[in-house]
């Protein structure tokens, strides 16, 4: 276990649905991240989170909006989803002072059907 | 923006011999590389990294060299057991402190032969 933990693990929605991802962390860190890992492709970054506050949105369609509450917790709400958007979901944390070492959860599998 | 390429995509050895995983990178700027182990069903665990002020970082049976000079790294596994079989990503980010995302590499898949 890697102190970062995500729900659901498995996902499968429609396109008209609506649903959210939730990640927690219990390693006392300050930033945390969302990252897209689809098949064949890097993981990528979708979004960063500094002290709760949005330093980074990697050019994500707005169908993908994250909310950060505290620093423990990230949440990745989904609408409107397109079947291409199928992937794992993986969020990471990290100290924001000092070195950079994320540290990853088991992810959430998506399947938009 | 970083742009990071690894090869190969997949390696396949004997258990017992050595596994060399490459990776370049494209941003002069960065100075942090980890290397990530994701097995079936988990997210990536970090199993070790280096920065840009040292060459080489040895830990156990896995080492990581750096050449900042030519901007590639690479990943050595030494004396591979089945428990590496794994899928092994690279990446490159910053570390002087603030939170940056990492940008990765494609992924090798390392398969240990019995």
């Known amino acids: 276990e890697t102190g970062v933990t995500q729900t659901p693990r498995h996902l499968v929605m429609g396109m008209t649905n609506k649903k959210s991802l939730k990640c927690e962390q219990h390693l006392g860190h300050n930033a945390m991240y969302w990252y897209k890992q689809s098949a064949k492709k890097p993981l990528e970054l979708m979004f960063v989170?500094?002290?709760?506050?949005?330093?980074e949105n990697n050019s994500v369609p707005s169908r993908f909006s994250p909310e950060c509450p505290n620093s423990s917790h990230l949440f990745l709400h989904l609408h409107t989803l397109q079947p291409e958007d199928s992937a794992l979901y993986l969020c990471?944390?990290?100290?924001?002072?000092?070195?950079?070492?994320?540290?990853f959860g088991p992810g959430t599998r998506l399947t938009v059907t | 923006g970083e742009n990071v390429e690894q090869h190969p995509s997949t390696l396949s050895v004997q258990e017992g011999d050595s596994a060399v995983i490459k990776c370049t990178y494209s941003?002069?700027?960065?100075?942090?590389f980890p290397w990530y182990k994701q097995e079936l069903g988990k997210g990536p665990q970090l199993i070790i990294d280096i920065r840009s002020n040292v060459g080489e970082k040895k830990d156990q049976r896995i080492a990581v060299t750096l050449n900042k000079t030519a901007k590639h790294f690479s990943l050595h596994i030494t004396e591979t057991q089945p428990e590496d079989s794994a899928v092994y990503f690279c990446a490159a980010g910053n570390s002087g402190g603030g939170a940056d995302g990492l940008t990765f590499g494609k992924g090798t898949h390392l398969i240990i032969q019995p």
């Open positions: 941003d002069s700027a960065s100075n942090y």
């Open positions: 989170y500094n002290f709760k506050e949005q330093t």
């Open positions: 990471a944390s990290s100290q924001v002072s000092g070195s950079n070492e994320q540290y």
